[in-house]
């Protein structure tokens, strides 16, 4: 069966990560000029090595924290879409390190968020997150938007801080469908990946199903647990 081609320019955060390195050989391999954003490659081995991404994207190295790093990145790549996967995603390692976790998941949503409000080219964006951006009260079914945010553990509470800045940004600047050149997605599922680290987890965050809807006119929240 023939593969419909996809060929928007796309700018991915964390690409080097496992699930960004994924989605970034995925929409080149479809016909997308991928430009890809991220301090490091996080492992060794890794997924985007092994594939010699570097030579399908245009890899750019820069620290998420950075916004003047961030804007300028996005401004001279103008892409057509944005995912935004860059994050510090290990629950363990919030507790060692919680001004990191802090910095990179909700300075690294803002500056993102900023980022896209500045570069007139983007027409949608989609920002991944975790489950684990709501409190954790150990029922059986998925949570939902108006449950409470934020957990005990610092990266708990970072995402749950994203979720506030992100929410603020869509209706302050992203919530008119008429007047409102960018459309938003805010993206989780539930479901846990083993990393190849020994003894780190991560939560699974992203699902893809929303690039290339102009109709979306609201953030949408997704739980793979239905």
């Given at each position: 069966c023939c593969v419909k081609r996809y060929e928007k320019s796309s700018c991915i955060t964390g690409h080097t990560g496992f699930k960004g390195s994924w989605l970034a050989a995925w929409l080149s391999q479809m016909g997308a000029t991928v430009c890809g954003f991220a301090d490091c490659v996080?492992?060794?081995p890794s997924h985007f090595e092994a594939m010699h991404l570097e030579q399908h994207v245009q890899d750019v190295r820069g620290d998420i924290r950075d916004r003047d790093a961030v804007i300028r990145a996005m401004k001279e790549f103008r892409p057509d879409v944005v995912f935004h996967?860059?994050?510090q995603a290990l629950v363990r390692k919030s507790y060692e390190d919680a001004p990191l976790t802090f910095e990179a998941n909700m300075l690294g949503t803002l500056n993102m968020l900023e980022a896209v409000r500045q570069c007139p080219s983007v027409e949608a964006a989609v920002f991944i997150t975790s489950d684990k951006c709501?409190?954790?009260?150990e029922w059986v079914w998925g949570y939902r938007e108006t449950d409470h945010l934020g957990g005990d553990d610092p990266y708990s509470a970072s995402k749950g801080c994203a979720e506030i800045i992100a929410h603020s940004y869509f209706k302050s600047?992203?919530?008119?469908?008429?007047n409102t050149y960018v459309?938003?997605?805010w993206i989780f599922t539930a479901a846990y990946l083993e990393k190849f680290q020994?003894?780190?987890k991560s939560s699974f965050d992203g699902i893809f199903d929303v690039?290339?809807?102009?109709?979306?006119?609201?953030?949408?929240?997704?739980d793979n647990r239905h």
């Open positions: 996080p492992t060794s996967l860059a994050a709501y409190r954790n009260d600047f992203f919530g008119d469908p008429v459309y938003a997605a020994k003894c780190k690039v290339g809807n102009r109709n979306l006119s609201a953030i949408q929240y997704k």
